[in-house]
């Protein structure tokens, strides 16, 4: 069931006045009425189902009663059983309010999304009301992919996602959505072109993300194979030199990985990627002016390149420059006030500089930031496009 157990606040919500029993059936009734309302605020469903439906045979004429019972079955995952009631309460009244899209999301949980579809539309689009319209998000999400329109799931997905950016249940089936679509067009990608560049470069990202180096050194020479002067995938061959380089020590790979990302800068020098995977081997190695030079280039053709500057500010530092690389410090803490690097190279340049208090400070929140930091997740990290700056082993004096 999809976010099933918050349905009874925003229907209660907006619950009318109900036509009066004729006598001598109002105390009854009255009683009922009461015993089945408490019962529902307080989620004992099976008292609420007992009450309603005793309600039901004395008054079978009010909507309400029908729409209250069809409540009760959804939220006990009984949604056959919350049809008949909810199609009566709309048939004795079609203005009462949210119990098509019930109805709509009943169907939904039964697989006939067909039937489902328009109900379940027209509450995501036309409700004001910000739980009705994620529950009918979520359902109209879940009909497209049964349905087997990808397009619209995404498209309902990406609504979703910027309706109800920070919930963790949007949050996982966008994550879901995505991954199916995409591994969807990859499919399709292999169908209607399997010799193309295209095909060998995804499949080349895809074991690149999982490390298989070789694997995707093969798809990678082979898109140079085809295409000698196609630009990024030069890039791409030095992120994986430089992966496999690390996971094996091997110098070779290092220096293949730096010859690779030279003769992508040759080919396209705004491959800001390239140009700072270079910098920081330089950096790495000691040819600090020729690191601090790249930097640049990769800043000039991407100012966002937060990893680009604080390898810049990491290298000004190393110069004897710290003035100059605070600024760039600044502005990276700024834009990213989680960035625990930013902070330790501050605190250096500061320390450099004579700076105490200010060094105390940038040292704090560095801290700060590594002893409140979010644990890791067990999901791998596709790091595709730069390799993160890192924080040297020494604590900062």
């Known amino acids: 069931m999809v976010a099933g157990g918050v349905i009874v606040g925003w229907l209660l919500a907006s619950r009318p006045a109900s036509a009066q029993p004729p006598r001598p059936q109002a105390a009854a009734v009255q009683d009922l009425a009461r015993e089945g309302e408490r019962a529902l605020a307080e989620g004992r469903y099976a008292d609420a189902q007992k009450a309603y439906e005793d309600l039901r045979k004395l008054t079978p004429a009010i909507a309400e009663v029908h729409a209250r019972l069809g409540l009760i079955y959804f939220q006990q995952g009984k949604f056959t059983e919350a049809i008949v009631p909810l199609r009566e309460a709309i048939r004795l009244k079609p203005s009462l309010p949210k119990i098509g899209a019930l109805l709509a999301m009943s169907l939904s949980e039964l697989g006939q999304y067909d039937e489902a579809l328009p109900g379940v539309t027209q509450a995501f689009s036309q409700t004001v009301d910000p739980v009705l319209r994620r529950m009918a998000g979520l359902h109209l999400q879940r009909i ?36 199916n679509f995409a591994y969807g067009q990859t499919l399709k990608l292999a169908t209607v072109a399997p010799d193309s560049v ?97 930097f640049v280039h990769a800043l000039t053709h991407d100012a966002n390149f937060e990893n680009a500057r604080v390898g810049l500010a990491r290298t000004l530092i190393a110069l004897a420059k710290p003035a100059e690389a605070i600024p760039h410090l600044q502005a990276v803490v700024k ?15 500061h320390g450099m500089l004579g700076n105490a208090g200010e060094q105390e400070k940038a040292l704090a929140e560095f801290n700060r930031l590594r002893s409140t930091g979010r644990r890791a997740v067990a999901i791998p990290e596709l790091n595709l496009d730069a390799t993160p700056q890192a924080i040297d082993l020494e604590p900062p004096k």
């Open 198 to 294: 295209w095909l060998h470069q995804a499949a080349g990202e895809a074991n690149e993300s999982q490390g298989l180096h070789d694997a995707a050194l093969r798809e990678y020479r082979q898109i140079l194979s085809a295409s000698p002067r196609r630009p990024g995938i030069r890039f791409r061959i030095g992120r994986v030199l430089l992966a496999r380089a690390k996971a094996q020590s091997a110098a070779d790979d290092l220096m293949e990985a730096r010859q690779a990302f030279e003769e992508e800068l040759k080919l396209d020098p705004t491959n800001a990627g390239a140009a700072y995977e270079l910098a920081e081997i330089q950096r790495q190695s000691g040819d600090l002016e020729s690191a601090r030079a790249n």
């Open 335 to 349: 834009a990213n006030p989680d960035s625990d690097v930013a902070y330790y190279q501050l605190s250096q340049a």
């Open 144 to 179: 497209y992919l049964g349905l087997r329109r990808d397009l619209d799931a995404a498209d309902v997905t990406l609504r979703l996602s910027r309706l109800y950016p920070n919930d963790p249940e949007v949050l996982y089936h966008a994550g879901r959505v995505f991954a």
